[in-house]
Structures are given as C-alpha cells and as structure tokens.
C-alpha cells in the first residue's frame, strides 16, 4: 500500500525486495497516481482512484480487496524495506500450516515474540508461537500474511492505518495470529513514523541489526535522504 506522497518508497522498496525475496515474485501496488520511475517487470501498479488522504483507506481497501478472491494474501505498506533475505523455506511451511490451522494472520517479522503469547509447535530451527487474545497490535501493518476476512473485518470506510492498528476491539475476538521465535520470516526496517523521517531509518523494526553500508547508501540516494 502507497500514496501519492509515499509513492516515491516504491523504487526503493523494489530494489530491497528484488535482492532480498525475489525478482520472480509478483508483486502488486496499490497506490493512486501512476509512479514516474519505471516499476520493475514483478511490479504490477493498481489504481485506487483518486487520493483522498489517510482518513480514507480504510474505505479504498474494503472497495479493492471485494474484487479479488484470494482468500489469502501478504500485505505491507511502502516504507517497510526488507534488509535481509528471506527465508522461503520457512514461509512456504508456515503457510501451509497458516491455512490449514484457520489462522487469521501470520506475523511475517519479529512481531509477536515480545507480547504475550504461547508455543504451538517446534521446528528444527525455532518456535511457533501463538499472540495472546489480550496483546496490544493484534492487527498491524507490518509484513504479514492474513485471512482476507480478518483483514477486512475491523476497517471502516473512513479509517486511517494507525487507527486500525489501535483499535482494541479485535481483542479477545477468538481468531488466532501466528508468529515465531528465534527465526523469522524477514526483517525490515521501518523509514517513518507518523510521516517524520526515522533517524534510524535503516534499523530493523524488530532488532539491532541495520540495514547492509551498500543498501542504505542506494536507497538514500532513491530518496534524496
């Protein structure tokens, strides 16, 4: 997900995500007006409409996500820049165990490690780890797999991201959020928060690690940091 202010990210957003998951996987934008830098051949731009502002994508995303039938799907937003590779290996089996459990969303990052949470299985190389009904940030739009109902369950059509996000009534609401610990997904950095340029903008979301000299250096320079 991108505005027209953010779609400037998406350049450096693709070249983070072509190094570190895949110049082979789709990938779909969903953004307002049409970028003016060439999208690479995995990017597909797909228009909202017209930007109304933050307040109104709540209501854009209700109107997209009726079109498609997927009834799962990753999401993310613009300034959340893998700096890591992916583990695949790791994705592909806790998709499957994703579906076939009937989770309602998959923490793709470090993300619910450090919130209440219980172990619901093992494999070799970490923990799967369930997020409490009473967590904080049960919805978030960090990198995530989710179920395209409960994705959609709490939005309005006058909802911005961050209210999503601390709406607490998806608490104790039953469905079930998966993550790990130990190993994970990927890892991202996270360039802004309430539109102000972290001053660690290249720092893991989730850990001390930062984002590779030679990365930070180009998507600095996409962005005239």
Same mark, same amino acid.
């Given at each position: 997900?991108?505005?027209?202010?953010?779609?400037?990210?998406?350049?450096?957003?693709?070249?983070?995500?072509?190094?570190?998951?895949?110049?082979?996987?789709?990938?779909?934008?969903?953004?307002?007006?049409?970028?003016?830098?060439?999208?690479? &051949?995995?990017?597909?731009?797909?228009?909202?409409?017209?930007?109304?502002?933050?307040?109104?994508?709540?209501? *854009?995303?209700?109107?997209?996500?009726?079109?498609?039938? *997927?009834?799962?799907?990753?999401?993310?937003?613009?300034?959340?820049?893998?700096?890591?590779?992916?583990?695949?290996?790791?994705? $592909?089996?806790?998709?499957?165990?994703?579906?076939?459990?009937?989770?309602?969303?998959?923490?793709?990052? &470090?993300?619910?490690?450090?919130?209440?949470?219980?172990?619901?299985?093992?494999?070799?190389?970490?923990?799967?780890?369930?997020?409490?009904?009473?967590?904080?940030?049960?919805?978030?739009?960090?990198?995530?797999?989710?179920?395209?109902?409960?994705?959609?369950?709490?939005?309005? &059509?006058?909802?911005?991201?961050?209210?999503?996000?601390?709406?607490?009534?998806?608490?104790?609401?039953?469905?079930?959020?998966?993550?790990? $610990? *130990?190993?994970?997904?990927?890892?991202?950095?996270?360039?802004?928060?309430?539109? $102000?340029?972290?001053?660690?903008?290249?720092?893991?979301?989730?850990?001390?690690?930062?984002?590779?000299?030679? &990365?930070?250096?180009?998507?600095? $320079?996409?962005?005239?940091?």
């Amino acid at each position: 997900m991108t505005s027209d202010k953010g779609i400037r990210i998406i350049e450096a957003f693709q070249y983070c995500f072509n190094k570190y998951w895949s110049g082979e996987q789709t990938v779909k934008i969903l953004g307002y007006k049409e970028p003016s830098f060439k999208l690479k &051949d995995n990017f597909e731009f797909i228009s909202l409409g017209v930007d109304r502002g933050p307040n109104y994508i709540g209501g *854009d995303l209700i109107k997209f996500f009726k079109t498609v039938n *997927d009834q799962e799907f990753i999401f993310s937003v613009d300034d959340f820049l893998l700096i890591r590779e992916v583990n695949i290996s790791l994705l $592909n089996v806790l998709s499957i165990k994703f579906i076939k459990g009937g989770f309602s969303r998959l923490a793709l990052t &470090d993300q619910v490690s450090n919130k209440p949470h219980t172990v619901i299985g093992t494999l070799p190389y970490c923990k799967i780890i369930e997020m409490g009904q009473g967590a904080e940030y049960r919805k978030s739009a960090v990198w995530s797999m989710w179920s395209k109902d409960y994705f959609l369950k709490y939005f309005n &059509d006058k909802m911005n991201l961050w209210e999503w996000e601390l709406d607490t009534t998806c608490k104790d609401d039953g469905r079930h959020i998966m993550g790990t $610990n *130990d190993s994970y997904i990927l890892q991202a950095c996270h360039l802004y928060k309430q539109g $102000n340029l972290k001053e660690d903008w290249y720092k893991d979301s989730e850990s001390s690690d930062t984002m590779f000299e030679e &990365d930070r250096t180009i998507v600095a $320079n996409i962005l005239s940091l």
